[in-house]
């Protein structure tokens, strides 16, 4: 089984979440302090809407196509995504914020 890989805002953020899971794997630390540690730590996933999407796109000055490459999709995806008929998810969306927040360089 494959080991799932957590992304970090920074690597004093993953220090201190590793430490904290730590702590929660021997019981010192509940649930709830747990999962407010994940969000804490853990990049941030936000919505998109079609418009932010197409937004995002235009300021990366990219076409459909080469969007649709760097998430994995078609461009006909893209595309619906981009007129709200689809709804990002998972890990398009992620990748989606990533770009939002850091640029395109990040998924090339």
Sequence with gaps: MA???KKY???IAEAVHEGIKGL??????DKKTMREF????LTAVDDLSARDIQRLRK???ISQAVLARCLNL???QVSQLERGAKHA???TLKLLCLIEKKGLEVVL
Aim: proline fraction near 0%; include cysteine.
């Design 59 to 61: 300021r990366e000055r």
């Design 89 to 91: 998810r998972g890990a």
């Design 38 to 41: 994940d969000l804490r730590c």
């Design 9 to 11: 805002r920074s690597e």
């Design 74 to 76: 078609t461009t006909g």
């Design 24 to 29: 929660h794997r021997v019981g010192l630390v």
């Design 3 to 5: 080991k799932k890989t």
